[in-house]
């Protein structure tokens, strides 16, 4: 009788089990995805030291595919790894700090609702964030003693993540900012080249004007 072939379980990634649902992805509206891209990346570009990372499927229940949420900004304690993998399984990666999910009406309900209790219970999450930028509505939970605390706004508008060590608040134009912790405005990737662009303007403005004024000292002292 043929011996029972063994498995080499090293071989396996438990990751690979577990889907990334795709079939749950729908299109989304420009300023929505303005405002993803945005988060996504000054977060990402600020914390150089974390896994800053959207729309992954998160898992908190080993076994079950059918269990996870998918939010809009997920941020892991750990560095951005060289290989990411396509999920995120509650118990066996790095600590998940921070979500964020930027809100609509039609997901208003479930974002404010069972979500929370999820992240609460379920992945036991620090810091959830949700904002509708176009009804300025935002909200922010934040875990204490064992249990979501909901944390209002300062004076200016702003709440801290203690996870992130970055203020979130919105602008005039109710576009949600991240801010750091000595109030500089973190900008979108057009307005940094727009900021590039205006620097580099300027400089060559002022080389030419100090050409010109070099050659007038050099015309009166002629």
């Not at 990634?13 to 993803?36: A, C, G, I, T």
């Not at 750990?78 to 118990?91: D, G, Q, S």
């Amino acid at each position: 009788m043929a011996e029972p072939a063994i498995i080499d379980e090293s071989q396996f990634n438990e990751h690979d089990f577990y889907p990334v649902h795709e079939e749950d992805s729908v299109p989304e509206k420009p300023r929505h995805l303005r405002q993803w891209h945005y988060i996504l990346g000054a977060a990402q570009s600020e914390r150089l030291d974390l896994w800053v990372t959207g729309d992954m499927c998160l898992y908190w229940e080993r076994g079950n595919t059918r269990k996870y949420l998918a939010p809009d900004i997920a941020v892991i304690a750990c560095r951005p790894p060289v290989e990411p993998e396509n999920v995120y399984l509650a118990w066996s990666d790095p600590s998940l700090i921070f979500v964020g999910e930027i809100g609509s009406r039609s997901t208003l309900k479930r974002d404010t609702g069972p979500k929370v209790s999820l992240y609460e219970q379920k992945l036991r999450v620090p810091e959830y964030l949700y904002a509708d930028p176009p009804k300025k509505d935002f909200r922010f939970w934040r875990m204490v003693n064992g249990k979501y605390v909901q944390i209002e706004p300062d004076e200016r508008g702003r709440i801290w993540s203690e996870q992130l060590g970055l203020w979130f608040g919105f602008d005039e134009t109710g576009f949600l900012r991240i801010y750091t912790a000595d109030g500089r405005m973190l900008l979108t990737h057009v307005e940094e080249r727009q900021r590039a662009d205006e620097e580099s303007r300027r400089r060559r403005d002022l080389e030419r004007r100090l050409a010109e004024v070099t050659a007038e000292l050099d015309k009166l002292k002629g």
